[in-house]
């Protein structure tokens, strides 16, 4: 089975402050990994995904993750908030032997501060 | 950019009625998924479908809840008698063959009263 723990439900920075998002992972396989950002009332967009190629993953918005195998963790991060960062970020594994159905963390609201 | 379109994106029903949220996947996916998303809280499994047939469903998918590809494009999630629990965003997913990524709709808002 396959889950995802993401630290902190919550995460407050400045404008300007870096963005530094948890997510922990358990699978016993090869996972696939993935950030969605959700803002209010609105659907899920993808940020950015690791599927076993390099360990550094970019996305849009100038997001950014680590996977690192040995902590079991897909942290995501970006250097200067913005404003618009504000809202709900959700980690997500899935796998081929599972279907590739995606299971999703509880997700962190990301509030920034002026 | 192809994406997967849901519809009605907000529908209002009350309890005991039959619902029927409706998806279109990306036109050449085979690989469908309903998730749920109770208000504040995570995005969750319900089912995935292949091949005319259900593949894997979570508990949360009981016997009032059925899957369906009506025709070669849509992909519907039925709830027979819908209860006040089921309010929540629902989310259709597709997937193509050899994908590693599940494409998201932007969801169906369900409220019941």
């Given at each position: 089975?396959?889950?995802?723990?993401?630290?902190?439900?919550?995460?407050?920075?400045?404008?300007?402050?870096?963005?530094?998002?948890?997510?922990?992972?358990?699978?016993?396989?090869?996972?696939?990994?993935?950030?969605?950002?959700?803002?209010?009332?609105?659907?899920?967009?993808?940020?950015?995904?690791?599927?076993?190629?390099?360990t550094l993953v970019k996305g849009i918005n100038g997001f950014e993750a680590?996977?690192?195998?040995?902590?079991?963790?897909?942290?995501?991060?970006?250097?200067?908030?913005?404003?618009?960062?504000?809202?709900?970020?959700?980690?997500?594994?899935?796998?081929?032997?599972?279907?590739?159905?995606?299971?999703?963390?509880?997700?962190?609201?990301?509030?920034?501060?002026? | 950019?192809?994406?997967?379109?849901?519809?009605?994106?907000?529908?209002?029903?009350?309890?005991?009625?039959?619902?029927?949220?409706?998806?279109?996947?990306?036109?050449?996916?085979?690989?469908?998924?309903?998730?749920?998303?109770?208000?504040?809280?995570?995005?969750?499994?319900?089912?995935?479908?292949?091949?005319?047939?259900?593949?894997?469903?979570?508990?949360?998918?009981?016997?009032?809840?059925?899957?369906?590809?009506?025709?070669?494009?849509?992909?519907?999630?039925?709830?027979?008698?819908?209860?006040?629990?089921?309010?929540?965003?629902?989310?259709?997913?597709?997937?193509?063959?050899?994908?590693?990524?599940?494409?998201?709709?932007?969801?169906?808002?369900?409220?019941?009263?």
């Amino acid at each position: 089975a396959q889950s995802v723990t993401q630290l902190g439900s919550h995460v407050s920075v400045s404008e300007g402050a870096l963005v530094l998002l948890r997510c922990n992972y358990s699978s016993s396989v090869p996972p696939y990994l993935f950030w969605y950002v959700q803002y209010p009332n609105q659907g899920l967009q993808l940020l950015l995904k690791y599927t076993s190629a390099a360990t550094l993953v970019k996305g849009i918005n100038g997001f950014e993750a680590e996977f690192k195998k040995s902590e079991t963790s897909f942290h995501l991060t970006k250097p200067s908030a913005h404003m618009s960062d504000a809202a709900e970020y959700f980690c997500a594994v899935s796998s081929n032997t599972g279907g590739f159905k995606t299971i999703f963390g509880a997700g962190t609201r990301l509030f920034v501060k002026a | 950019e192809p994406e997967v379109t849901q519809t009605p994106s907000h529908q209002v029903t009350q309890m005991g009625q039959e619902v029927i949220l409706r998806c279109v996947p990306i036109s050449n996916h085979l690989y469908f998924y309903w998730y749920r998303q109770i208000l504040g809280q995570k995005v969750e499994f319900l089912v995935s479908f292949y091949n005319n047939e259900i593949s894997e469903k979570s508990e949360i998918f009981d016997d009032q809840f059925s899957v369906e590809r009506p025709d070669g494009s849509n992909f519907t999630l039925k709830i027979r008698s819908t209860k006040l629990e089921d309010s929540a965003m629902y989310f259709c997913a597709s997937r193509g063959t050899g994908g590693t990524e599940a494409f998201f709709g932007q969801g169906t808002r369900l409220t019941v009263v």
